[in-house]
Every structure is written in C-alpha cells, then in structure tokens.
C-alpha cells in the first residue's frame, strides 16, 4: 500500500534552516509529481511546492520562493523540502501527498515551529 513518511521537523530559531524529508513507498515513485503541503493552527492547509515526476518542474506557494527548496531523488523514493530563512509564520505541520491513480495519500505530517 502507498505509505509517506515525513521527516525532520522540529524547533528552530528565525533566520534558521530544515530540511524536511518525504519517504515514500508502495507505488512507481518516479511516475507521480509529489507535493509538500502545510497547515497552521486555526489555518487551512496550502500547498507549498511541487515537483514533477522528472525532478525537472517545480512550482512554489508565493510566501516560500526564493527561500524553499523541493527536489527529489527517484532512486531512493524521497523528496525533500529545504527550507532557509525561516520565519515564525512558517510554523505549521507539514505534510506529503501523492496523488496515485486518481487517489490522494498523505503522510502524517511532521512540526516545524520556527521561534525565538
């Protein structure tokens, strides 16, 4: 069955750096462009950047260009989020999703709390 698995999260301080980890199995990985979402107390969840199945093509929530990174490694199933520059507004849970044959899966999120 499709699993994603996050990783990394945690306390950092503003002007700090995370890189969140995605491991995913269960499906053609390098098949399906993957996306990393986030959801802050009393907020809906956004999307906050993509990647193409190739690794090539990548897209960004305005709030996190210039200072998010996406990539991915097909060989080892992962994607990662690399976030510079923190500020207290990103704290937020961050999740993985993959849509597969129509359907959506998610991870469980990992916590990033950017603060002082």
């Known amino acids: 069955q499709v699993q994603l698995v996050e990783s990394g999260g945690g306390l950092v301080q503003p002007g700090g750096s995370l890189r969140l980890s995605c491991a995913a199995s269960?499906?053609?990985?390098?098949?399906?462009?993957m996306r990393w979402y986030r959801q802050a107390p009393g907020k809906e969840r956004e999307l906050v950047a993509l990647?193409?199945?190739?690794?090539?093509?990548?897209n960004y929530a305005d709030s996190v260009k210039g200072r998010f990174t996406i990539s991915r490694d097909n060989a080892k199933n992962m994607v990662y989020l690399q976030m510079n520059r923190l500020k207290p507004e990103d704290t937020a849970v961050y999740y993985c999703?993959?849509?597969?044959?129509?359907?959506?899966?998610w991870g469980k999120g990992t916590l990033v709390t950017v603060s002082s």
């Open positions: 999703r993959a849509v597969v044959q129509v359907r959506e899966y």
């Open positions: 990647i193409g199945s190739t690794g090539t093509s990548t």
């Open positions: 269960g499906f053609t990985f390098s098949s399906y462009t």
